[in-house]
């Protein structure tokens, strides 16, 4: 079982939409998530980090953790195109020690005009 | 404010040749440091992981090796590179602690031909 899961994708969502991308990881210990972006050829970007369950709202962003269920979302309100990109999930175990982040593999989402 | 400096962006290198990826941080003290590489089309892997001077742990055993000489420095390197070493290289650090996020370098391109 992989310990960070996440759909590959492509999502496709109209312009306007909301994007909903879900993460679902193994270690029942974890603390701390993280969602990044990542464009094409680019290095990984910080957009959000949530602690506790319940919702996170930054923007047009919101992030959801839900402990008991080991799944974390994002959800992008207005969605543009400038929003198409990698959405990687990050997680922050219990084992292993230090500040050791385990990522999914990504889900590539696609706003369209 | 905090910057992360990582070089060269791209790089071709024949197999058996040596490499040696450098990355910098400024505006910070004593940050963890951290090696990923990203394969095409995969996911995020650790490679070595630095909590000071000195201080590596490798994640994977592979085809290479990391050195952090100062505070802020960490160096990826290898003595014979193989085909499978291409991919993209991300250096990152974050705070010291746990259940901190993480902030990436631009990344390394490497190709091995």
């Known amino acids: 079982q992989k310990e960070v899961e996440q759909n590959s994708g492509p999502l496709s969502v109209p312009e306007g939409a909301i994007a909903s991308l879900n993460c679902t990881y193994s270690?029942?210990?974890?603390?701390?998530f993280f969602w990044y972006r990542q464009y094409s050829g680019k290095s990984p970007e910080l957009i959000m980090s949530?602690?506790?369950?319940g919702d996170k709202e930054d923007g047009r962003f919101t992030a959801q953790l839900n402990k008991a269920s080991q799944y974390v979302s994002l959800l992008i309100r207005d969605s543009q195109p400038s929003d198409s990109a990698t959405y990687l999930c990050?997680?922050?175990?219990?084992?292993?020690?230090?500040?050791?982040?385990?990522f999914g593999t990504g889900t590539q989402l696609k706003v369209e005009l | 404010s905090q910057t992360i400096h990582q070089w060269p962006a791209t790089l071709v290198q024949p197999v058996g040749s040596p490499l040696s990826l450098e990355c910098t941080v400024e505006?910070?003290?004593?940050?963890?440091l951290y090696w990923y590489r990203q394969a095409a089309g995969r996911g995020l892997q650790l490679l070595f992981y630095?909590?000071?001077?000195?201080?590596i742990s490798s994640e994977v055993p592979q085809n290479l090796s990391a050195s952090r000489p100062q505070d802020r420095q960490f160096i990826l390197s290898s003595k014979k590179l193989l085909l499978s070493d291409s991919g993209f290289y991300l250096c990152?650090?974050?705070?010291?602690?746990?259940?901190?996020?993480?902030?990436f370098g631009s990344g390394t391109r490497l190709t091995v031909v």
């Open positions: 990152a650090w974050s705070v010291v602690g746990s259940g901190y996020g993480y902030t």
């Open positions: 270690d029942r210990g974890s603390q701390s």
């Open positions: 949530i602690y506790s369950n």
């Open positions: 990050a997680v922050n175990p219990l084992t292993g020690g230090g500040n050791k982040l385990t």
């Open positions: 505006g910070t003290s004593n940050p963890n």
């Open positions: 630095s909590v000071g001077i000195g201080q």
